[in-house]
């Protein structure tokens, strides 16, 4: 093999692109003479074991040149929004704190992801947004909470 680090950059641009999440759109917050501008992303994702859940996700994405060629690293600010999209049913069993969807946010080291909870005494399921990294994460967090209800016809 040739070129292993050139294999092992685009494996891991690959590996950067959001698993599962829809783009909604996006807004520039700063201007780079050189590569894309700095923005905020907005995704959807569907929760994989709870059918009838639906989260948006707007994340801090880096610009310039090394964050168009996916070696920089994004923020850490998020926010969530999930809804009730239609009727709830649990498609698998799962656990508090199971990973719902998860975001590298930097080559190597630091990754968003969402975690779901469920309130059982409220019946009210809860999604946690947060990023963190191998040595140091960060407190920034956000949640969104889905009541459980019946859906109409």
Sequence with gaps: MKHPFLLGMGLALVLAAPAGAEEIGSVSTVFKMLGPNSKIVI???????????????SRAKQGGISGGLGLAEDPSDASIACRQVGPIKFLKEFKDGDTVFKQDTSLLFKTMQVVRFFDKKRNVLVYLVYSDRIIEGSPKNAISSVPIMPWGK
Aim: proline share 7%; with cysteine; hydrophobic share 35%.
């Design 43 to 57: 995704e959807a994702f569907d929760d994989p074991k709870i059918e009838g859940v639906t989260c948006h996700l």
